[in-house]
């Protein structure tokens, strides 16, 4: 008799393990499905008022922060002047609020300022002052059409123990008085000394529409080097799913969306307003260095795995304020390698001969508290250390003959890593 108990043990035991694997590999199938649902939306016709995984989904709208209390926009303060954003600046015993500006060379700068404080009823006057940031091209000075970015200084006239949380600007000149311009405040952290190994990559607008196979591949790629932070400015060009990868909460990275609706059709007043906010907002979380790259641009290291550790051994006493790096143009008109791996550079290891191009194209990582502080230290590093491979069309005009290539295949080192990132296995598995 026992050995009929056995058997039928040894059958429940047995049909228990097949059940259980069966739900295991369904569970699985399941939780793939959701994810992708979860990120990508749900169907049109089936109503959900809750995340497919509740508190363990993987893409959330927690991650996109604003580091202010408003979203930064081009702000009207004059007929030709604008302001973007407002930082708290301490110099020695100087202490004042720079905000980024923009305006005509003819427009007046007859401003006045005010400044709001934390438990205070009331906001207190400031002194206004002004600055033009230098720009590398040159006009002429009375060029009614030159436009000037500038930092607008407003200093407290009694200094408070905490700084203001915002900045009220208006113009003294206009009558009647348009209404003021309010940005908040954040907070420079000057210490040059890096509080973490993190990198920050500022992005720039690229005048184009932006896919979600982009935005993957940069994510993905710049995480592995050590960037934990991205300050998108964006020009409305981003689509839906694109902006739907940058919400993810899991990976460890934060993404800070800020529109970019530079107000005049002028190049390089833009870039320079830009440059100087993406260094001050860095500031706020002390990164080893800031880079700014566009979606098609990727800095890879030759032998070095992250930024930070490459920024370290060149530049160990902290003295470097800048490092120049050089730009490879991967040519989408070369053939593409063979590659399991779904990330496009992979595929596409040749590049426009450099003797060939004119003027070589470079880029800059920049410590952001030295370059704050005025200095201009700054140090080349070699393509053989360290390049921006950008991926492009080299030959725009139809009777433009392709410029003559050169193989380099050291973003394969990161292969593996790649073949592991979460975000890359989510965005295939919805491509397939």
């Known amino acids: 008799m026992r050995k009929y108990y056995r058997l039928i043990l040894f059958i429940f035991l047995f049909i228990s393990t097949i059940a259980l694997l069966f739900y295991w590999h369904e569970y699985n199938r399941l939780r793939y499905v959701l994810e992708v649902l979860n990120f990508f939306g749900q169907p049109p016709e089936v109503s959900v008022t809750s995340d497919c995984l509740l508190n363990t989904s993987l893409f959330s709208t927690e991650n996109v922060t604003i580091p202010d209390s408003i979203t930064p926009v081009w702000h009207r303060l004059g007929n030709d002047l604008f302001v973007f954003s407002a930082f708290w600046e301490v110099v020695g015993k100087k202490e004042h609020v720079k905000v980024i500006g923009v305006a005509r060379y003819a427009a007046s700068l007859k401003l006045g300022c005010r400044l709001w404080y934390e438990g205070h009823e009331y906001s207190s006057e400031g002194r206004i002052s002004h600055s033009v940031i230098n720009m590398k091209v040159s006009h002429a000075l009375d060029d009614p059409d030159k436009v000037n970015p500038y930092f607008i200084l407003c200093s407290p006239e009694v200094t408070l123990d905490a700084p203001p949380y915002a900045v009220e600007l208006y113009s003294e000149e206009q009558q009647p008085r348009r209404s003021p311009i309010i940005l908040p405040v954040l907070f420079l952290d000057p210490s040059p000394e890096p509080s973490n190994n993190t990198t920050v ?39 839906p799913t694109a902006l739907d990868i940058l919400k993810d909460k899991s ?132 393509p053989g250390i360290i390049a ?12 433009q003959a392709t410029p003559p290539r050169k193989y380099d295949n050291s973003i394969s080192k990161f292969k593996n890593e790649l073949q592991d990132s979460r975000l890359l296995k989510l965005w295939s598995r919805h491509q397939g």
């Not at 690229?206 to 080097?225: D, K």
């Not at 370290?312 to 790096?325: G, P």
């Open 201 to 239: 990559v500022c992005v720039v607008p690229s005048n184009r529409r932006i896919t979600p196979a982009e935005v993957a591949e940069f994510v993905s790629f710049h995480q592995i080097l050590g960037v934990g932070q991205y300050i998108i400015y964006d020009d409305g060009l981003l689509t």
């Open 251 to 382: 990976l460890g990275y934060k993404a800070s969306l800020l529109p970019w609706n530079f107000p005049f059709a002028a190049p390089e007043a833009a870039s320079t307003a830009l440059k100087w906010d993406c260094l001050l907002r860095s500031l706020s979380v002390r990164p080893v260095g800031v880079i700014q790259l566009q979606w098609n641009q990727l800095a890879v290291p030759r032998y070095h795995h992250t930024l930070s550790a490459m920024v370290r051994d060149f530049d160990a006493r902290i003295s470097t304020a800048q490092f120049v790096l050089t730009a490879l143009h991967f040519c989408f008109e070369y053939p593409e390698e063979k590659s399991a791996v779904p990330f496009k550079a992979l595929r596409r290891f040749y590049h426009a001969d450099l003797k060939q191009v004119k003027e070589e194209p470079q880029l800059v990582l920049q410590r952001p508290s030295l370059v704050v502080q005025g200095l201009k230290t700054q140090q080349r590093i070699s």
């Open 388 to 399: 921006i491979h950008t991926y492009m069309h080299c030959n725009e005009a139809d009777n």
